[in-house]
């Protein structure tokens, strides 16, 4: 009897007994499958994203956040309808302001930690004041200071974004003599983009909150995986909160967070949000702590570097944590052009996504369904879906469709069959208006600013598709001037994807097997071992488009897949790229060689005219020609003739380099002849 005076049914050992042998639960038993969170599944897994520990780790924070920075720079510009007038460039006074300002408040925190613990080594007695608990307030005064520096900019609503990483003394997280080398690291961004209202700053941080998880867009990608990651981990290491402010440009008031971002994808706030007013028009704040082993220049600092090439509309600037300031100013003043969302293109689409699309369409009948939901799809290809169709189903003696037949009353079968000539058909390529390219001049003209080259060339492929979705490959070849010579292939290839830099996996890029697939030595190139040219050479690859959101290898967004078309195409634009440098190169061996020959008759000129002076002398009493009149008449007939001093320059312009081979005129790629590299002396 139970305690309320009814009988309970008396489970004995034969229900077990037979869920044991049945391998079924007994009843009751609530499974071993639990459900669980995306969040909770990547705050265990940041390494998935590239937050792991180690050096990259600080370029990932930079990376995150600079990208969803200048996406918000450009949706900002693309979005107000009172844009600046920008000049040409950045005036070069307000670099020189915004450093003087800035250099004063910084120190080199990494030189601090250094002395702290060589004293601590050293047994000597070291004070750290205790690290207070910031309020709102004193967040909101670090922020108040740390916009002075850029007022100019602000005011002149120049587009312009900033990173900070600083070196932090949190004692009673990690000791300061840290066995294991770890450091807690103080991480800013700043950027006077598009912002965010109150509602949009409840969704950031949170997973799958992009930009592009329902369409496809060629954009960095806006508050994805990336950000909410970052938070992950610097919760997770540091156990510290995320400071956000961040004010929308159509907005009156500005909205202040403190806040964690928990597992089952909500916020827990520990200041805010709370609406007021700051003294900036719009943009967005974020400041946060992670642990990671000590930073080292030649990472963060480079994906800055890098960044700002094939972002030249906006102005960067990096502080890392030695308190070294990086300005990368606006070069030009013309923002590129606001990209398309691409629809699904007919060739791309599987049979589960057309499930898929078939299940979430607003479209109630077939023909409405075939003809929006796809780009490429006219009416009357959508009937000659359809016929086709009722052919195969009246084969079986199955009921037909028509362009009216309502999406939500298809059957499993009618869907496959539909798929199966949605699947067959020819359909004209995606539209090519969804890629925005840097252009050839905008390439040529930064990278000329960048590096001051002797030569650079940019080429820019017209927009081809793959996978149903359209893409451009440019590619750039610059030479000589300030590039040094490389000691390795990552100093000459640099990868872009829609204008972000990829630093990391490089050999498993497609990007990078593309390049070491050309023919190097037909261009006069000579090449590292792994077919990376090398010398002082620097080769861009830029593959710009919606595309490549679906050809990443991981979520890290580090390497292309090896796609035929792509491969392809960044092939030809660097062949193309390659003849033209080829001929730069053949017509400065050509002048050099011309100046030589000169040169050498030069130096007989006064020697053959003394003598034909004294041959017409002797041969006629009555001439008296003059020798050194002779031999400069000689000198000025030498074609490309040039003093022995521009001639020596000339002749040691290219001594210790191994990029160009002296390759005799006259030869070319049909003859299949050998680079022969310079020695170096």
Same mark, same amino acid.
């Given at each position: 009897?139970?305690?309320?005076?009814?009988?309970?049914?008396?489970?004995?050992?034969?229900?077990?007994?037979?869920?044991?042998?049945?391998?079924?639960?007994?009843?009751?038993?609530?499974?071993?499958?639990?459900?669980?969170?995306?969040?909770?599944?990547?705050?265990?897994?940041?390494?998935?994203?590239?937050?792991?520990?180690?050096?990259?780790?600080?370029?990932?924070?930079?990376?995150?956040?600079?990208?969803?920075?200048?996406?918000?720079? &450009?949706?900002?510009?693309?979005?107000?309808?009172?844009?600046?007038?920008?000049?040409?460039?950045?005036?070069?006074?307000?670099?020189?302001?915004?450093?003087?300002?800035?250099?004063?408040? +910084?120190?080199?925190?990494?030189?601090?930690?250094?002395?702290?613990?060589?004293?601590?080594?050293?047994?000597?007695?070291? =004070?750290?004041?205790?690290?207070?608990?910031?309020? +709102?307030?004193?967040?909101?005064?670090?922020?108040?200071?740390?916009?002075?520096?850029?007022?100019?900019?602000?005011?002149?609503?120049?587009?312009?974004?900033?990173?900070?990483?600083?070196?932090?003394?949190?004692?009673?997280?990690?000791?300061?003599?840290?066995? /294991?080398?770890?450091?807690?690291? =103080?991480?800013?961004?700043?950027?006077?983009?598009?912002?965010?209202?109150?509602?949009?700053?409840?969704?950031?941080?949170?997973?799958?909150?992009?930009?592009?998880?329902?369409?496809?867009?060629?954009?960095?990608?806006?508050?994805?995986?990336?950000?909410?990651?970052?938070?992950?981990?610097?919760?997770? $290491?540091?156990?510290?909160?995320?400071?956000?402010?961040?004010?929308?440009?159509?907005? &009156?008031?500005?909205?202040?967070?403190?806040?964690?971002? $928990? $597992?089952?994808?909500?916020? &827990?706030?520990?200041?805010?949000?709370?609406?007021?007013?700051? #003294?900036?028009?719009?943009?967005?704040?974020?400041?946060?702590?992670?642990?990671?082993?000590?930073?080292?220049?030649?990472?963060?600092?480079?994906?800055?570097?890098?960044?700002?090439?094939?972002?030249?509309?906006?102005?960067?600037?990096?502080?890392? #944590?030695?308190?070294?300031?990086?300005?990368?100013?606006?070069?030009?003043?013309?923002?590129?052009?606001? #990209?398309?969302?691409?629809?699904?293109?007919?060739?791309?689409?599987?049979?589960?996504?057309?499930?898929?699309?078939?299940?979430?369409?607003?479209?109630?009948?077939?023909?409405?369904?075939?003809?929006?939901?796809?780009?490429?799809?006219?009416?009357?290809?959508?009937?000659?879906?359809?016929?086709?169709?009722?052919?195969?189903?009246?084969?079986?003696?199955?009921?037909?469709?028509?362009?009216?037949? #309502?999406?939500?009353?298809?059957?499993?079968?009618?869907?496959?069959?539909?798929?199966?000539?949605?699947?067959?058909?020819?359909?004209?390529?995606?539209?090519?208006?969804?890629?925005?390219?840097?252009?050839?001049?905008?390439?040529?003209?930064?990278?000329?600013?960048?590096?001051?080259?002797?030569?650079?060339?940019?080429?820019?492929?017209?927009?081809?598709?793959?996978?149903? +979705?359209?893409?451009?490959?440019?590619?750039?070849?610059?030479?000589?001037?300030?590039?040094?010579?490389?000691?390795?292939?990552?100093?000459?290839?640099?990868?872009?994807?829609?204008?972000?830099?990829?630093?990391?996996?490089?050999?498993?890029?497609?990007?990078?097997?593309?390049?070491?697939?050309?023919?190097?030595?037909?261009?006069?190139?000579?090449?590292?071992?792994?077919?990376?040219?090398?010398?002082?050479?620097?080769?861009?690859?830029?593959?710009?488009?919606?595309?490549?959101?679906?050809?990443?290898?991981?979520?890290?967004?580090?390497?292309?897949?090896?796609?035929?078309?792509?491969?392809?195409?960044?092939?030809?634009?660097?062949?193309?790229?390659?003849?033209?440098?080829?001929?730069?190169?053949?017509?400065?061996?050509?002048?050099?060689?011309?100046?030589?020959?000169?040169?050498?008759?030069?130096?007989?000129?006064?020697?053959?005219?003394?003598?034909?002076?004294?041959?017409?002398?002797?041969?006629?009493?009555?001439?008296?020609?003059?020798?050194?009149?002779?031999?400069?008449?000689?000198?000025?007939?030498?074609?490309?003739?040039?003093?022995?001093?521009?001639?020596?320059?000339? /002749?040691?312009?290219?001594?210790?380099?191994?990029?160009?081979?002296?390759?005799?005129?006259?030869?070319? /790629?049909?003859?299949?002849?050998?680079?022969?590299?310079?020695?170096?002396?």
């Amino acid at each position: 009897m139970s305690p309320s005076g009814k009988k309970t049914k008396k489970t004995s050992g034969k229900s077990n007994k037979k869920s044991e042998q049945t391998g079924l639960p007994p009843a009751g038993d609530s499974g071993d499958i639990r459900q669980g969170t995306i969040a909770k599944f990547m705050r265990k897994r940041t390494q998935l994203v590239g937050f792991e520990t180690g050096l990259n780790k600080h370029t990932q924070y930079a990376i995150e956040f600079l990208d969803n920075a200048i996406d918000a720079l &450009e949706s900002w510009w693309w979005k107000t309808s009172k844009r600046p007038r920008l000049k040409d460039n950045l005036e070069p006074e307000i670099v020189d302001e915004i450093r003087s300002k800035l250099e004063p408040t +910084l120190e080199d925190s990494i030189a601090i930690s250094k002395q702290l613990e060589r004293d601590i080594r050293a047994g000597k007695e070291v =004070e750290i004041p205790a690290r207070r608990r910031e309020s +709102l307030e004193d967040r909101l005064t670090t922020f108040r200071k740390f916009l002075v520096p850029f007022r100019s900019l602000i005011k002149k609503r120049e587009p312009f974004a900033v990173i900070q990483i600083t070196e932090v003394f949190m004692p009673d997280l990690v000791p300061i003599d840290d066995e /294991e080398g770890f450091k807690v690291y =103080e991480f800013t961004c700043f950027d006077n983009g598009v912002g965010m209202i109150a509602s949009d700053l409840e969704k950031y941080g949170i997973y799958l909150a992009s930009s592009k998880s329902e369409r496809l867009r060629q954009t960095r990608g806006s508050q994805g995986f990336g950000a909410p990651s970052a938070f992950s981990d610097s919760q997770n $290491t540091t156990g510290k909160p995320i400071f956000t402010v961040s004010k929308r440009f159509t907005s &009156e008031v500005t909205t202040v967070a403190d806040f964690y971002t $928990t $597992t089952a994808n909500t916020k &827990e706030y520990v200041g805010g949000p709370i609406d007021m007013d700051l #003294p900036f028009e719009n943009g967005t704040y974020i400041k946060l702590n992670y642990l990671n082993i000590q930073y080292r220049r030649g990472y963060a600092d480079t994906y800055a570097e890098m960044a700002s090439l094939l972002n030249s509309h906006v102005t960067l600037v990096f502080i890392d #944590p030695y308190g070294k300031v990086f300005i990368y100013p606006r070069r030009v003043k013309a923002f590129p052009d606001e #990209p398309k969302y691409a629809q699904p293109h007919p060739a791309s689409i599987r049979i589960g996504e057309f499930q898929d699309l078939l299940r979430e369409t607003r479209e109630r009948d077939l023909m409405g369904f075939l003809t929006r939901a796809f780009c490429r799809l006219s009416p009357n290809k959508a009937r000659t879906i359809v016929s086709d169709t009722n052919k195969e189903l009246r084969r079986r003696h199955l009921d037909v469709l028509s362009a009216r037949t #309502p999406t939500d009353g298809l059957s499993k079968t009618e869907v496959e069959y539909l798929y199966k000539i949605f699947s067959n058909q020819d359909y004209i390529a995606p539209p090519t208006d969804t890629v925005v390219p840097v252009g050839e001049e905008i390439f040529e003209q930064t990278i000329q600013m960048a590096y001051n080259p002797d030569f650079v060339t940019a080429v820019t492929r017209k927009p081809t598709s793959g996978k149903g +979705l359209s893409f451009a490959v440019e590619a750039c070849i610059a030479y000589g001037g300030e590039i040094k010579n490389a000691t390795s292939a990552p100093m000459v290839l640099w990868r872009f994807v829609n204008r972000v830099p990829k630093l990391r996996d490089n050999s498993d890029c497609a990007t990078w097997k593309a390049t070491a697939s050309v023919n190097w030595k037909n261009y006069k190139v000579a090449t590292f071992d792994n077919g990376i040219p090398r010398g002082p050479i620097m080769v861009f690859i830029h593959v710009a488009g919606a595309y490549v959101h679906v050809m990443f290898k991981g979520q890290s967004k580090q390497a292309l897949a090896e796609d035929e078309v792509m491969l392809r195409e960044i092939k030809l634009a660097l062949e193309d790229a390659g003849r033209k440098f080829r001929r730069f190169i053949t017509r400065r061996e050509t002048a050099r060689r011309k100046a030589k020959r000169a040169g050498i008759l030069a130096m007989y000129a006064d020697q053959f005219a003394e003598s034909l002076v004294s041959i017409a002398n002797d041969g006629d009493p009555s001439c008296d020609f003059d020798s050194e009149i002779v031999a400069g008449k000689i000198r000025d007939a030498i074609t490309g003739f040039e003093t022995l001093t521009d001639l020596e320059e000339t /002749e040691t312009d290219t001594r210790g380099t191994d990029l160009v081979a002296d390759v005799p005129l006259g030869m070319g /790629e049909e003859d299949g002849e050998d680079v022969l590299e310079v020695e170096s002396e």
